[in-house]
């Protein structure tokens, strides 16, 4: 009776499971979307900081020009004179995305700018990014987890500090194609279907068309498929999910024209190509094995080893020979500061100089992943009850990007899908056991498990993952071929016993063994409460950092006081007196984190920009900066500089201006130039810029331009970002001057001034005594006056 | 008809309409004469003379005119100035030290001439100009063996001088034969400073010292360092005469005899006037004055001038350059025009050729280097304004589309993956249908 009440009730409750889990994966994409929205409601809808304007400049060009001449678009605008070959140095998978929509709205009469969808690819790609994280770990665990997985994600601080409206860079839809690609490569080895291998393909150049971090995929999937071979898991899935993604996938990325042959010449596709060929060797051995009779195969294996132990060492002995004839041993420098975390401060100014690119601090993880960081060991333990292929790819996914995350805080990003995915796999499997413990012990109550919990979603959820799974199994279990499958064929079993003993609820046997496994009730209870408790901490932290922490534009500022509300547009201020003030072709220097702003914004050529891709230009501007006055004025000068850009936070107290980044523009000029020296601007090691600052500090152009007339301000000259007096007070400007300086001081222009029309002779020698003579003079004169011409 | 007629002839007129210094026309017309007595209009009218008959309008005015002034409404009321005023403290008016070196900064001609006993005004006034005359204010240059020879025995301050400079351009083609009498202070240059030629230098065996006072201590100028005449040009093109005689420019020395002391041969008049004049026509621009127009470049076989040019491409480039001949503009001929083709250093540097009507021309094949170029033409030679043209012009590299398509040496490539294509292809019927 039991049974049949049980089946009926069941398959209604797998169509009423559906349609929920798709409307709770349709509030987890709103919600995503939504939660983004902050920086568009506090603020307004700009493109926020540094490289968004770039992308949004090139994305304009896009959309005007076509592909085409996207493509082969040089720009003349930016690093002059170099200028910058923007189709072959830009990955161009955001663009091309976000030209896209834009297209497609235009096209069916939607009229949006350009700037609109710009701002609003990042949120969408962020719900995609959820559902694709509910497709990876639905592979891996189950719906349940999938829907915990997305809806941790759609709402990860980490995630959201990248992928705010108006946060239009390459992550934004990276991290989609990260997850995406993650996803068809696990479907794909448990399914061992070629048409997932060939869109994991597809899925891999979207990938490498948005980000260079595709270089993680294309390093952790060999490493997985590594981990397979050596652990025994060897099966035709993983060869399908493997061989067609390098091949394809190789092909592919070469085609985008930043990578072209870097996809087969650097070292960071170097360890697919050695595992495509150990995948090989294995492959062959177990069709050898096939073939032959056990006794035979002993030998054959004996044969085949050494035959591909000499091919493996000639190999390696290549590769060895390749990467030591190139010079940074075919590492590219981000790269290697991956691996050595010291390598960047110590050879790389430019690479150090940059925030993002430092080691994060502990109470950064708290900040950006926050309760994900305690549940992601439940999951990894998760994953090794049982452990499949695919939990063992989450597992590594986990381990590696827990070590890049600790090497540059950008590399959160990466580390935030996986904690996802493993807390989204720890939270199911808790509520799991504990509702499960909780519907033994009530009497009589047999479906209705959700009553005895709070959330009501995750464990209808879970229930539903449970079933789904197993009416979905046993078709896939065919098409698999069953010959080379051990190990992974077991696990299928014992999952497939599991799943039965929920089916037949009947087995008394089995039940009675989950009874033994129950936790006590009132455990059960509390610690769902808990549970639910950490969930909704997790859900108020993400809230607010979505709407505090990381939804400010960073080009307009605001800052709150006893008097209310101070808003700081200065940036937008300077860049529209550029446009409005200066000719077209005028040449506008500023600290390169200025370049494509000024690009972007005010629409004038600069030298240097966040592009970094010179760094012997960007050094001559940084010896600029740090050389006095009339040498920064011939190094200008011969860049055909007419205008300095400075940003300068003294007035306001805004910490990130070109004073405090100076240090580093001294070290990347010194680096190139080596008459700057980092010591002749340090006072005892202390950067400093009040009175005892050494005179080279005092007389280099930044401070020069910065503090100019700052004394005026106030009257003592008190910085109130380095919190002091400054050194030099009062000094005059001889080779530029000053021609726009914003309502708040932030950004302050100035001009160079044109070479002197006369060049003058020496000075009198002593004016006192000219002075001193002017009497006598005079009187002379009236002397003469009389008789001027004897 | 009549209208037309009228319209060609306002449209001739407009040069001379709008007669001060500019491109078009950059020949002085109204001058202001600033005197220090009226007397010197007298004594020194054969220069006036000179200036008013080449089409000068003068307008005398005594040095300190209390209703003195240079501009009115922002407009300048005079292309030149000239001061022979050199013991006055203090202009009248709203002129001084600043409103003189403005008025030279926005591109007027100046001619200053001091004396012995300069004031310190005009000392100044030179010395902002890049000329420093001797310090001691009773100093006046002396020379004992190329002095005038006169009846009086006299102290040898005045000096018959030969020491011109090479250049036709500033004395004329005409050389000077007869040396120049020249009675007051001397002034040195700073060798560093470009824009000040000597133009009259003194021999050397002269010396700068009081003629009045026992030379007690060695002369602070002696020999050829001691400048007699000098000019400047400025940046801007303003160019400045700087005479330490006044007496240089008046008709007593015009008229005089001069024999140079050791030399047998008497002229019966001065080279001064010849000097001054010439000297004066190139002060006021009449001559050596150039302007470039019609800079154009374009590819070879095109006609129209592009946006940006491809790497590799060759291209045609031409400029035109006039001289101003003191009525109209005729076609400059040289040898030595340069064009760079220039990013942060010349990757082409050729020698223009002419046709001998003002058009200078070449061609040449844009390097196989990226960016954004410039065409830069510099052309500083003695004498003559500086021209200094530069267009900007990016260079892009190939499109995607313009590379070879079929390369030969590839050919083994292209080979060896077709063959791979059919041996797969036929492997994989073999491997499926042959069992």
């Given at each position: 009776?039991?049974?049949?009440?049980?089946?009926?009730?069941?398959?209604?409750?797998?169509?009423?499971?559906?349609?929920?889990?798709?409307?709770?994966?349709?509030?987890?994409?709103?919600?995503?979307?939504?939660?983004?929205?902050?920086?568009?409601?506090?603020?307004?809808?700009?493109?926020?900081?540094?490289?968004?304007?770039?992308?949004?400049?090139?994305?304009?060009?896009?959309?005007?020009?076509?592909?085409?001449?996207?493509?082969?678009?040089?720009?003349?605008?930016?690093?002059?004179?170099?200028?910058?070959?923007?189709?072959?140095?830009?990955?161009?998978?955001?663009?091309?995305?976000?030209?896209?929509?834009?297209?497609?709205?235009?096209?069916?009469?939607?009229?949006?700018?350009?700037?609109?969808?710009?701002?609003?690819?990042?949120?969408?790609?962020?719900?995609?990014?959820?559902?694709?994280?509910?497709?990876?770990?639905?592979?891996?665990?189950?719906?349940?987890?999938?829907?915990?997985?997305?809806?941790?994600?759609?709402?990860?601080?980490?995630?959201?500090?990248?992928?705010?409206?108006?946060?239009?860079?390459?992550?934004?839809?990276?991290?989609?194609?990260?997850?995406?690609?993650?996803?068809?490569?696990?479907?794909?080895?448990?399914?061992?279907?070629?048409?997932?291998?060939?869109?994991?393909?597809?899925?891999?150049?979207?990938?490498?068309?948005?980000?260079?971090?595709?270089?993680?995929?294309?390093?952790?999937?060999?490493?997985?498929?590594?981990?397979?071979?050596?652990?025994?898991?060897?099966?035709?899935?993983?060869?399908?999910?493997?061989?067609?993604?390098?091949?394809?996938?190789?092909?592919?990325?070469?085609?985008?024209?930043?990578?072209?042959?870097?996809?087969?010449?650097?070292?960071?596709?170097?360890?697919?190509?050695?595992?495509?060929?150990?995948?090989?060797?294995?492959?062959?051995?177990?069709?050898?094995?096939?073939?032959?009779?056990?006794?035979?195969?002993?030998?054959?294996?004996?044969?085949?080893?050494?035959?591909?132990?000499?091919?493996?060492?000639?190999?390696?002995?290549?590769?060895?020979?390749?990467?030591?004839?190139?010079?940074?041993?075919?590492?590219?420098?981000?790269?290697?500061?991956?691996?050595?975390?010291?390598?960047?401060?110590?050879?790389?100014?430019?690479?150090?100089?940059?925030?993002?690119?430092?080691?994060?601090?502990?109470?950064?993880?708290?900040?950006?992943?926050?309760?994900?960081?305690?549940?992601?060991?439940?999951?990894?333990?998760?994953?090794?009850?049982?452990?499949?292929?695919?939990?063992?790819?989450?597992?590594?996914?986990?381990?590696?990007?827990?070590?890049?995350?600790?090497?540059?805080?950008?590399?959160?990003?990466?580390?935030?899908?996986?904690?996802?995915?493993?807390?989204?796999?720890?939270?199911?499997?808790?509520?799991?056991?504990?509702?499960?413990?909780?519907?033994?012990?009530?009497?009589?109550?047999?479906?209705?498990?959700?009553?005895?919990?709070?959330?009501?979603?995750?464990?209808?959820?879970?229930?539903?993952?449970?079933?789904?799974?197993?009416?979905?199994?046993?078709?896939?279990?065919?098409?698999?071929?069953?010959?080379?499958?051990?190990?992974?064929?077991?696990?299928?079993?014992?999952?497939?016993?599991?799943?039965?003993?929920?089916?037949?609820?009947?087995?008394?046997?089995?039940?009675?063994?989950?009874?033994?496994?129950?936790?006590?009730?009132?455990?059960?209870?509390?610690?769902?409460?808990?549970?639910?408790?950490?969930?909704?901490?997790?859900?108020?932290?993400?809230?607010?950092?979505?709407?505090?922490?990381?939804?400010?534009?960073?080009?307009?500022?605001?800052?709150?006081?006893?008097?209310?509300?101070?808003?700081?547009?200065?940036?937008?201020?300077?860049?529209?007196?550029?446009?409005?003030?200066?000719?077209?072709?005028?040449?506008?220097?500023?600290?390169?984190?200025?370049?494509?702003?000024?690009?972007?914004?005010?629409?004038?050529?600069?030298?240097?920009?966040?592009?970094?891709?010179?760094?012997?230009?960007?050094?001559?501007?940084?010896?600029?900066?740090?050389?006095?006055?009339?040498?920064?004025?011939?190094?200008?000068?011969?860049?055909?500089?007419?205008?300095?850009?400075?940003?300068?936070?003294?007035?306001?107290?805004?910490?990130?201006?070109?004073?405090?980044?100076?240090?580093?523009?001294?070290?990347?000029?010194?680096?190139?130039?080596?008459?700057?020296?980092?010591?002749?601007?340090?006072?005892?090691?202390?950067?400093?810029?009040?009175?005892?600052?050494?005179?080279?500090?005092?007389?280099?152009?930044?401070?020069?331009?910065?503090?100019?007339?700052?004394?005026?301000?106030?009257?003592?000259?008190?910085?109130?970002?380095?919190?002091?007096?400054?050194?030099?007070?009062?000094?005059?400007?001889?080779?530029?001057?000053?021609?726009?300086?914003?309502?708040?001081?932030?950004?302050?222009?100035?001009?160079?001034?044109?070479?002197?029309?006369?060049?003058?002779?020496?000075?009198k020698?002593?004016?006192?005594?000219s002075?001193?003579s002017m009497?006598?003079s005079l009187?002379r004169s009236?002397?003469?006056?009389?008789?001027?011409?004897? | 008809?009549?209208?037309?007629?009228?319209?060609?002839?306002?449209?001739?007129?407009?040069?001379?309409?709008?007669?001060?210094?500019?491109?078009?026309?950059?020949?002085?017309?109204?001058?202001?004469?600033l005197?220090d007595?009226?007397?010197?209009?007298?004594?020194?009218?054969?220069?006036?003379?000179?200036?008013?008959?080449?089409?000068?309008?003068?307008?005398?005015?005594?040095a300190d005119?209390?209703?003195l002034?240079?501009?009115?409404?922002?407009?300048?009321?005079?292309?030149?100035l000239?001061l022979f005023s050199p013991t006055i403290e203090r202009f009248g008016?709203?002129v001084d030290l600043a409103a003189v070196l403005?008025?030279?900064?926005?591109?007027?001609?100046l001619?200053v001439a001091a004396d012995?006993s300069a004031s310190d005004l005009i000392r100044d006034i030179a010395t902002e100009c890049?000329?420093?005359f001797?310090?001691?204010p009773?100093?006046?240059?002396?020379?004992?063996?190329?002095?005038?020879?006169?009846?009086?025995?006299?102290?040898?301050?005045?000096?018959?001088?030969?020491?011109?400079?090479?250049?036709?351009?500033?004395?004329?083609?005409?050389?000077?034969?007869?040396?120049?009498?020249?009675?007051?202070?001397?002034?040195?240059?700073?060798?560093?400073?470009?824009?000040?030629?000597?133009?009259?230098?003194?021999?050397?065996?002269?010396?700068?010292?009081?003629?009045?006072?026992?030379?007690?201590?060695?002369?602070?100028?002696?020999?050829?360092?001691?400048?007699?005449?000098?000019?400047?040009?400025?940046?801007?093109?303003?160019?400045?005469?700087i005479?330490?005689?006044?007496?240089?420019?008046?008709?007593?020395?015009?008229?005089?005899?001069?024999?140079?002391?050791?030399?047998?041969?008497?002229?019966?008049?001065?080279?001064?006037?010849?000097?001054?004049?010439?000297?004066?026509?190139?002060?006021?621009?009449?001559?050596?004055?150039?302007?470039?127009?019609?800079?154009?470049?374009?590819?070879?076989?095109?006609?129209?001038?592009?946006?940006?040019?491809?790497?590799?491409?060759?291209?045609?480039?031409?400029?035109?350059?006039?001289?101003?001949?003191?009525?109209?503009?005729?076609?400059?001929?040289?040898?030595?025009?340069?064009?760079?083709?220039?990013?942060?250093?010349?990757?082409?540097?050729?020698?223009?050729?002419?046709?001998?009507?003002?058009?200078?021309?070449?061609?040449?094949?844009?390097?196989?280097?990226?960016?954004?170029?410039?065409?830069?033409?510099?052309?500083?030679?003695?004498?003559?304004?500086?021209?200094?043209?530069?267009?900007?012009?990016?260079?892009?590299?190939?499109?995607?589309?313009?590379?070879?398509?079929?390369?030969?040496?590839?050919?083994?490539?292209?080979?060896?993956?077709?063959?791979?294509?059919?041996?797969?292809?036929?492997?994989?019927?073999?491997?499926?249908?042959?069992?």
């Amino acid at each position: 009776m039991e049974v049949s009440e049980n089946g009926k009730g069941s398959s209604l409750r797998f169509a009423f499971g559906n349609v929920l889990s798709f409307f709770i994966l349709l509030l987890i994409g709103v919600l995503a979307f939504s939660i983004r929205l902050f920086s568009v409601i506090k603020y307004e809808s700009v493109i926020h900081e540094f490289d968004p304007y770039f992308n949004y400049r090139v994305t304009q060009f896009l959309t005007k020009k076509g592909i085409y001449e996207f493509w082969n678009w040089f720009d003349d605008r930016t690093w002059y004179p170099l200028g910058r070959v923007i189709g072959g140095t830009v990955y161009p998978g955001l663009t091309l995305t976000a030209g896209s929509i834009w297209w497609l709205l235009n096209s069916l009469n939607i009229p949006l700018t350009v700037e609109t969808v710009c701002v609003f690819t990042a949120p969408i790609f962020s719900a995609n990014a959820a559902w694709a994280t509910y497709l990876l770990t639905k592979e891996v665990k189950g719906t349940g987890a999938g829907l915990a997985a997305a809806a941790l994600l759609s709402m990860v601080p980490s995630y959201i500090s990248r992928s705010v409206a108006g946060s239009y860079d390459n992550e934004a839809v990276a991290i989609f194609a990260l997850i995406f690609t993650f996803y068809l490569y696990v479907k794909t080895l448990n399914t061992g279907s070629l048409f997932y291998a060939t869109l994991n393909a597809l899925s891999y150049f979207y990938m490498v068309c948005s980000w260079g971090g595709y270089t993680f995929i294309i390093n952790l999937i060999p490493m997985h498929v590594l981990l397979c071979i050596v652990t025994g898991r060897y099966s035709a899935r993983l060869y399908i999910a493997y061989a067609p993604l390098i091949v394809l996938g190789t092909l592919l990325a070469s085609l985008v024209p930043v990578v072209g042959f870097n996809a087969v010449m650097t070292s960071e596709h170097f360890a697919s190509f050695l595992v495509f060929i150990i995948i090989h060797v294995v492959a062959f051995v177990y069709y050898i094995k096939g073939l032959l009779s056990p006794k035979m195969f002993k030998v054959a294996v004996a044969l085949v080893l050494s035959v591909g132990m000499v091919v493996c060492c000639a190999m390696v002995a290549v590769l060895v020979a390749l990467v030591a004839s190139s010079p940074t041993m075919g590492w590219s420098g981000r790269s290697l500061s991956l691996l050595d975390p010291t390598y960047a401060s110590k050879y790389i100014p430019i690479i150090a100089s940059v925030s993002e690119h430092q080691p994060p601090t502990w109470p950064s993880y708290f900040m950006d992943i926050n309760v994900l960081a305690f549940l992601v060991p439940a999951g990894i333990i998760a994953c090794f009850l049982p452990l499949s292929d695919a939990s063992s790819f989450v597992v590594l996914y986990i381990v590696t990007s827990v070590y890049f995350s600790g090497v540059m805080v950008r590399l959160m990003l990466v580390l935030a899908p996986a904690a996802c995915i493993l807390s989204g796999i720890a939270l199911s499997e808790a509520f799991d056991v504990l509702t499960r413990s909780v519907k033994f012990q009530l009497p009589g109550v047999s479906g209705n498990s959700q009553s005895g919990a709070g959330d009501t979603t995750s464990t209808i959820a879970v229930t539903q993952s449970e079933v789904v799974k197993t009416e979905k199994q046993p078709p896939t279990d065919k098409t698999e071929d069953t010959v080379k499958e051990r190990t992974s064929r077991k696990n299928k079993k014992k999952e497939k016993e599991k799943e039965k003993e929920h089916v037949e609820k009947a087995s008394l046997k089995s039940q009675m063994q989950k009874r033994l496994l129950v936790l006590p009730l009132e455990a059960s209870i509390i610690s769902i409460l808990l549970l639910v408790l950490l969930g909704a901490f997790y859900v108020v932290h993400c809230v607010w950092a979505a709407a505090e922490a990381y939804s400010a534009p960073s080009i307009v500022l605001t800052s709150y006081s006893h008097d209310g509300l101070h808003v700081f547009d200065d940036f937008r201020e300077a860049y529209a007196w550029l446009s409005h003030n200066t000719e077209v072709d005028d040449k506008v220097a500023s600290w390169w984190d200025y370049g494509y702003q000024t690009t972007a914004m005010a629409n004038r050529t600069v030298i240097v920009d966040n592009n970094t891709w010179n760094n012997t230009h960007i050094a001559t501007v940084g010896t600029a900066m740090s050389s006095p006055e009339k040498a920064a004025w011939e190094i200008f000068n011969s860049l055909d500089v007419k205008y300095v850009l400075v940003v300068f936070g003294g007035l306001v107290g805004y910490p990130s201006d070109d004073i405090n980044k100076f240090l580093w523009m001294v070290r990347i000029g010194g680096g190139v130039f080596p008459h700057i020296k980092e010591p002749d601007y340090l006072r005892d090691g202390q950067y400093r810029i009040d009175s005892q600052a050494t005179s080279t500090m005092l007389n280099c152009l930044m401070y020069k331009l910065s503090y100019y007339r700052f004394v005026e301000t106030d009257g003592k000259g008190f910085d109130k970002v380095r919190g002091t007096e400054i050194g030099k007070k009062y000094f005059k400007l001889n080779y530029f001057e000053e021609v726009f300086t914003t309502h708040h001081w932030m950004v302050r222009i100035y001009k160079l001034k044109p070479p002197k029309n006369r060049i003058k002779g020496k000075a009198k020698k002593s004016k006192s005594s000219s002075k001193g003579s002017m009497t006598t003079s005079l009187k002379r004169s009236a002397r003469r006056k009389r008789n001027p011409w004897h | 008809m009549a209208k037309l007629w009228i319209f060609v002839t306002l449209v001739s007129l407009l040069p001379f309409l709008g007669s001060s210094f500019s491109s078009e026309n950059p020949t002085d017309r109204r001058i202001l004469v600033l005197l220090d007595d009226f007397a010197i209009k007298s004594s020194h009218s054969i220069f006036f003379k000179s200036l008013q008959t080449r089409g000068f309008e003068l307008d005398f005015k005594l040095a300190d005119d209390p209703k003195l002034s240079l501009q009115r409404y922002g407009q300048y009321l005079y292309d030149g100035l000239i001061l022979f005023s050199p013991t006055i403290e203090r202009f009248g008016g709203s002129v001084d030290l600043a409103a003189v070196l403005d008025f030279v900064d926005s591109g007027h001609d100046l001619i200053v001439a001091a004396d012995a006993s300069a004031s310190d005004l005009i000392r100044d006034i030179a010395t902002e100009c890049g000329v420093e005359f001797d310090e001691d204010p009773a100093a006046m240059v002396i020379d004992h063996t190329s002095y005038a020879v006169s009846k009086t025995e006299g102290d040898h301050t005045l000096i018959a001088s030969d020491g011109f400079i090479q250049s036709d351009v500033i004395l004329g083609s005409k050389i000077i034969e007869v040396p120049v009498l020249f009675q007051g202070v001397g002034h040195t240059l700073n060798p560093t400073n470009n824009l000040v030629l000597k133009v009259l230098a003194a021999s050397p065996s002269a010396y700068s010292v009081n003629p009045k006072s026992k030379l007690s201590t060695p002369p602070s100028l002696t020999g050829s360092a001691i400048s007699l005449v000098s000019v400047v040009q400025a940046r801007n093109n303003a160019r400045i005469l700087i005479s330490g005689s006044l007496a240089l420019f008046s008709n007593q020395l015009f008229r005089s005899g001069v024999e140079k002391a050791g030399s047998s041969t008497k002229f019966e008049k001065s080279g001064n006037e010849q000097f001054v004049t010439e000297l004066s026509k190139w002060v006021f621009h009449e001559r050596g004055h150039l302007k470039a127009v019609n800079v154009r470049h374009n590819k070879v076989g095109e006609t129209g001038e592009p946006a940006i040019y491809r790497i590799n491409d060759d291209l045609e480039y031409s400029v035109e350059i006039y001289e101003w001949s003191g009525t109209s503009w005729v076609p400059y001929i040289a040898d030595d025009v340069q064009v760079q083709f220039y990013m942060m250093s010349p990757y082409v540097l050729k020698t223009l050729s002419t046709d001998q009507k003002g058009r200078y021309f070449t061609s040449f094949k844009v390097p196989d280097v990226y960016g954004v170029f410039q065409f830069k033409v510099e052309y500083q030679r003695l004498g003559y304004t500086s021209l200094s043209l530069s267009k900007q012009i990016p260079v892009r590299p190939f499109k995607h589309n313009e590379y070879e398509r079929f390369i030969t040496t590839a050919f083994p490539y292209y080979g060896s993956s077709f063959s791979m294509m059919a041996g797969f292809f036929i492997f994989t019927i073999t491997y499926l249908y042959n069992k």
